[in-house]
Nanobody
């Protein structure tokens, strides 16, 4: 059984940095695209960032481009999201996901078949 577990969320102030990690167990992720999504209260889940199996291709939502960095370590079966210059509008539950049918991560949540339980990120002004 594939399991994804996010960690590293918390409460920070605007301008601070935070690093989210996603640990995957039950299946090797080295061939698959992965992504981060987030959902704020009262809003739909939205794409944040994605990464290809080899880390050669990354993609970011315009709202986080230049502030967030996605990376992965296939040897450790892990993915991370480094978040800098955080803003109150970044407040959301952040989810990591794996797409076992593609080697390149995409921005469409419907493509991902395994999801973590989510990590709360709260940015105060």
């Amino acid at each position: 059984q594939v399991q994804l577990v996010e960690s590293g969320g918390g409460l920070v102030q605007a301008g601070d940095s935070l690093r989210l990690s996603c640990a995957v167990s039950g299946r090797t992720i080295s061939n698959y695209g992965m992504g981060w999504f987030r959902q704020a209260p009262g809003k739909e889940r939205e794409f944040v960032a994605s990464i290809s199996w080899s880390s050669s291709y990354t993609n970011y939502a315009d709202s986080v481009k230049g502030r967030f960095t996605i990376s992965r370590d296939n040897a450790k079966n892990m993915m991370t999201l480094q978040m800098t210059s955080l803003k109150p509008e970044d407040t959301a539950v952040y989810y990591c996901a794996v797409d076992t049918s593609r080697s390149i991560g995409t921005r469409w949540s419907r493509n991902y078949n395994y999801w973590g339980q989510g990590a709360q990120v709260t940015v105060s002004s």
